[in-house]
């Protein structure tokens, strides 16, 4: 069910549907949440799809719908006068077809009820299916304003009929904060992926357990995604993966927001980001980073920053040659004039809502 406890229906107020992958206990999306509402032009009021509810809404102090239910979403943008989809890869077939059908009913909804449909800080595909870009052809023909967060998405966009802006993704606006890692811990945010299974971890392992070792320091394992990441250390060491080295200097903090994050990130003497929002935020708190990459949004964001990135696709690697890169990148933060490129360059993003929502 909606939650409207705040909800004004009187049309003083402009009330503005913003989907996304919010309240799944994900620290990247939680952080493009807030950047949107603090972007949204005065006189909108937003209506949040969120899993957890309580918890956005506890937060952000806004209303919510529960967003993995179709039936509440629609009956919600009947409501609305604007759909806006914020941030992430929504119009994509990885996470499975069934995921893209959602978003096009969402689309097609607020279309057919004539109302604007608003594409915030998007990235775009993959779309493996011959079915899923033509699917996205179509949708793309009917929205009202789009920015991409990345020129991949810019181009695929392009070779699907549609020219429009892009910039970086829109965490990058964000403030930045003075770091205070030197000799700090390395953090760890480490996600399963289908690139390392079983003893295809050990390369990674053992360099950082020989990092931690040579260099004298903690290493925190810090989950982005609560319920996919917080496992993982104990599942490698119930593989036998992670040497006892690194697991006597090896503990997992949780954060429970992206401010929490970027406190302990301001704090690191390096972070090992696999997840594309802990790269951002990393990078935004000061701290020198270093990329494994398992999308290539994440070696796109890497190239940008001018940091180090491991392509996990490109298989295996050494355990020296890893050592030798993070050893390089240890305390050596990614240049100001990286990050403040970044940072203009999401500003794109927030002329959008100005433009359109508000109009």
């Known amino acids: 069910m909606s939650s409207w406890a705040e909800f004004d229906p009187t049309g003083v107020t402009q009330p503005v549907l913003l989907c996304g992958y919010y309240g799944e206990h994900n620290l990247g999306d939680d952080a ?38 179709l039936r509440d979403v629609l009956a919600a943008m009947g409501r609305c006068q604007a759909l806006v989809l914020g941030g992430g890869s929504l119009l994509q077939d990885a996470t499975s077809f069934r995921s893209l059908l959602y978003y096009a009913a969402l689309i097609t909804s607020a279309r057919l009820q004539h109302k604007p449909v608003l594409l915030y800080a998007q990235g775009l595909g993959p779309l493996k299916r011959r079915r899923s870009r033509a699917l996205v052809r179509g949708l793309l023909s009917l929205v009202s304003g789009v920015t991409w967060r990345d020129p991949a998405s810019a ?138 990459s398992y999308d290539p949004k994440v070696q796109a964001c890497a190239q940008q920053l001018g940091c180090s990135a491991i392509d996990l696709a490109d298989g295996p690697i050494s355990a020296s040659e890893l050592g030798s890169i993070w050893r390089d990148a240890l305390e050596h933060p990614p240049a100001t004039a990286a990050l403040e490129a970044m940072r203009q360059a999401s500003a794109v993003h927030a002329d959008l809502l100005a433009s359109l929502v508000s109009g």
């Open 155 to 292: 181009r695929l966009a392009q070779d699907l009929g549609l020219h429009a802006p892009h910039g970086s993704d829109a965490v990058w606006s964000l403030p930045r904060q003075h770091w205070l890692g030197r000799g700090g811990p390395v953090v760890v945010c480490w996600r399963p992926t289908a690139h390392l299974q079983g003893e295809a971890w050990m390369p990674y392992l053992q360099a950082l357990e020989q990092l931690a070792e040579r260099c004298d320091r903690e290493v925190i394992w810090l989950p982005f995604h609560r319920e996919q990441d917080t496992p993982l250390l104990e599942q490698l060491t119930a593989q036998g993966l992670v040497g006892q080295s690194l697991l006597d200097r090896s503990r997992v903090v949780q954060a429970s927001s992206p401010s929490e994050a970027m406190a302990l990130f301001r704090g690191a003497s390096l972070v090992l980001a696999m997840r594309l929002h802990a790269l951002v935020l990393a990078a935004l708190s000061g701290s020198a980073v270093s990329a494994l």
């Open 32 to 69: 493009l949440l807030e950047v949107l509402l603090n972007q949204l032009p005065l006189g909108v009021t937003p209506l949040v799809t969120a899993f957890d509810q309580l918890d956005v809404q506890s937060r952000h102090r806004v209303n919510t719908v529960q967003r993995r239910s």
